[in-house]
């Protein structure tokens, strides 16, 4: 592995169903990020983690829910899918959770539901 | 509330400058970030900046004035591959990130 890692590239869901959307990094850092993408917005911060045990609530939080185990995976649960749940997720690190550090991102997973 | 504002898109030539502006209001301010975004791609960190001037980095280059709430992404000989999305982003007095929506650059031959 070498960065960040998301899995599934993309993914089409029926409503309803419930999907995991895995993020995984090998650089050792502390903060974790889940953000969506939608056309003419800018990206909006879904759930964070600034160290493993730890997550909080972002702009958006609404129908998704994380956890945190380890250092290394943070992944994003959508409980009941809903179409407004369709968008581009990124996940993204930073190596200290305090905010002062850059972020880098993963390569996105495009998530449609139907 | 806390805004960011970016042109929607702009259009360029190959080999020329182009400038692409970002204003904010928020509440506080540590920071502004400019990252590139090739389409289906991911976000690419470019520059950052937190004190006023120019950061310059090979043919891109930051600009920051506090005071005006005003940056600027300047980029020279422009090519093909500079073809993307440029988001701002600023980092608030809770060290939260807000971002822009995003200047999608065309160039063009």
């Known amino acids: 592995i070498a960065g960040i890692t998301q899995a599934p590239t993309s993914q089409i869901l029926a409503a309803g169903r419930r999907m995991t959307l895995r993020c995984t990094q090998d650089m050792r850092h502390n903060a974790m990020y889940w953000y969506r993408q939608d056309l003419g917005l800018g990206l909006r911060l879904i759930h964070y983690s600034n160290t493993a045990g730890t997550t909080g609530k972002g702009e958006v939080p609404d129908g998704y829910s994380v956890s945190r185990a380890n250092t290394d995976d943070f992944p994003l649960t959508l409980a009941s899918a809903v179409p407004s749940q369709t968008s581009v997720y990124f996940c993204a690190t930073a190596r200290e959770g305090d905010g002062t550090d850059t972020q880098y991102f993963g390569p996105g997973t495009r998530l449609t539901v139907l | 509330g806390q805004n960011i504002d970016q042109p929607t898109e702009m259009t360029a030539t190959e080999g020329a400058i182009v400038q692409i502006n970002c204003t904010y209001q928020?509440?506080?301010?540590?920071?502004l970030f400019w990252y590139q975004q090739h389409a289906g791609e991911a976000p690419t960190f470019l520059s950052y900046?937190?004190l006023d001037g120019l950061e310059e980095k090979g043919r891109f280059s930051s600009f920051l004035s506090r005071s005006k709430g005003y940056s600027y992404l300047l980029l020279k000989e422009l090519q093909m591959k500079d073809s993307a999305s440029y988001l701002c982003a600023v980092r608030d007095g809770n060290y939260q990130l807000i971002w822009g929506a995003g200047t999608k650059l065309i160039i063009k031959p």
């Open positions: 928020t509440s506080g301010f540590n920071g």
């Open positions: 900046n937190v």
